[in-house]
DNA sequence: GCCCAGGTATAAA
DNA sequence: TTTATACATGGG
């Protein structure tokens, strides 16, 4: 990974796994928005971020050594070489190569734990879109507005409301989850940090006690919150994908990767369902 | 209008 | 333990 700093304070790195649209469009975040030219603009930790691709490289405009170093070579997880992961995961599971091979330049990226739990709990049953639109009002109704950029509310600003509250975010049903799951963080029944080390079931066991959490936000709230790419080896909603397409493949053979394996299984039997629907 | 959205709680088999 | 339904909303 190679970084530069040009004099317009704009950061370029490189690196050839790193595709805006697979990383950012890829449903594992939604607070970033693609301008017509391809590039995107996103809020990350209460701070807005214009990024585009040019020459094979990756730019951040307006961004200094500083925040680079402090801010976005965490999110992006710049530290991690996916080719040498995309590389094992075909290893581990050479049936996989073609799910691997479907798609590129997908980073998982290091979300806030209680965005990625409060996002994905507002994602199920619902489309992007109107993901988007509900998180979005609920930065901009509940969170801090610093110069016009709205921060993700923290957990214990959510706790005091009720469901009424959160009337405008038109979140249906999920409103009672979303207060739900702020109490039990704000309570520290919930115990979010802690959950960067602990075993696994016991993260799951934590976050399926919160009402409106199943086994899928919770390993998504463990993969993009908590960076834990060994989440997600579930038979629960991967089992379809597997039996279909992939007989013969246990959640085991995925390895300490399951989490990335998992979205590669997931875009390529979408891809076969879309190949599927236009022949028909 | 109608179907669906990378789900989950709840009530029956 | 598995299988069916409702759930609030709005995008396509």
Redesign the pocket.
């Known amino acids: 990974m190679e970084v530069n700093f040009t004099n317009e304070g704009a950061v370029i790195f490189t690196d050839d796994c790193f595709d805006l649209k697979n990383t950012f469009d ?3 975040c939604f607070r970033w928005d693609m301008d017509a030219d391809g590039s995107y603009r996103g809020t990350v930790r209460g701070r807005r971020a214009h990024i585009l691709s040019r020459n094979g490289c990756a730019v951040i405009e307006g961004c200094g050594e500083e925040e680079f170093y402090t801010v976005w070579k965490d999110y992006l997880d710049l530290d991690s070489d996916y080719n040498s992961i995309r590389m094992e995961i075909t290893e581990l599971c050479p049936q996989l190569a073609c799910a691997v091979e479907s798609i590129d330049g997908i980073r998982i990226l290091r979300q806030e734990p209680w965005e990625a739990l409060c996002s ?1 709990i507002i ?8 993901i988007k ?1 509900i998180v979005s009002r609920l930065c901009e109704g509940f969170g801090d507005n610093i110069d016009g950029v709205f921060s993700f509310p923290p957990p214990d600003r959510i706790a005091r409301l009720n469901e009424e509250d959160l ?1 405008p975010l ?5 409103a009672r ?1 979303i207060i739900d799951a702020a109490r039990k963080v704000f309570s520290g029944e919930v115990d979010l940090d802690g959950m960067r080390e602990a075993p696994l079931n016991e993260c799951r066991k934590e976050l ?1 006690s ?11 709230t463990l993969l993009y919150g908590l960076h834990r790419l060994e989440a ?1 080896p579930i038979d ?3 089992k379809k994908a597997l039996s279909t397409t992939f007989s013969g493949i246990t959640v085991d053979s995925l390895g300490r990767y399951a989490g990335i394996a ?2 590669y299984i ?2 390529y039997s ?1 891809l076969l369902a879309a190949q599927g629907s236009d022949k028909a």
């Open positions: 890829c449903g594992q994905f994602s199920q049953n619902n489309n992007i879109p109107r639109g009337a038109r979140s249906g049903f999920r989850y399926m919160i009402v409106g959490v199943g086994a899928k936000v919770a390993e998504c997600f629960v909603w991967m998992q979205q997931f875009h979408r």
